[in-house]
Nanobody, 127 residues
Framework: VQLQASGGGPVQAGGSLRLSCAAS??????????MGWFRQAPGKEREFVAVINWSGSTTYYADSVKGRFTISRDNAKNTVYLLMNSLKPEDTAVYYC???????????????????WGQGTQVTVSS
């Protein structure tokens, strides 16, 4: 599985960005994968942001982004999205998408659950 994240960039506080993560899953079907977004700010550990199950019917968010960020997926396009609204300077980080061919559970907020990671896309929010 190869994951390519895109859509990051500079944005002012209060603004919005939509990140995309395109997956290449040769020999498999994208809908077999739980998809997650994580982020890592300078000097900090990588932290969970959001996760979505195979169909998009179930999502889960970190408290810090709940109500502002929305994760979604388009299985026909092999792509997962992260719509980020009301951005704050503390949202500044490199954002990573991750995938795992497992059965969705509440434990998917843990980094160790994911077998595949993308390269990350930088989001910089200025005040």
């Amino acid at each position: 599985v190869q994951l390519q994240a895109s859509g990051g960039g500079p944005v002012q506080a209060g603004g919005s960005l939509r990140l995309s993560c395109a997956a290449s899953v040769s020999g498999r079907t994208f809908s077999e994968y739980v998809m997650g977004w994580f982020r890592q700010a300078p000097g900090k550990e990588r932290e969970f942001v959001a996760v979505i199950n195979w169909s998009g019917s179930t999502t889960y968010y970190a408290d810090s982004v709940k109500g502002r960020f929305t994760i979604s997926r388009d299985n026909a396009k092999n792509t997962v999205y992260l719509l980020m609204n009301s951005l704050k300077p503390e949202d500044t980080a490199v954002y990573y998408c991750a995938a795992d061919r497992g059965l969705y559970s509440v434990t998917y907020y843990q980094k160790k659950k994911y077998a595949y990671w993308g390269q990350g896309t930088q989001v910089t929010v200025s005040s």
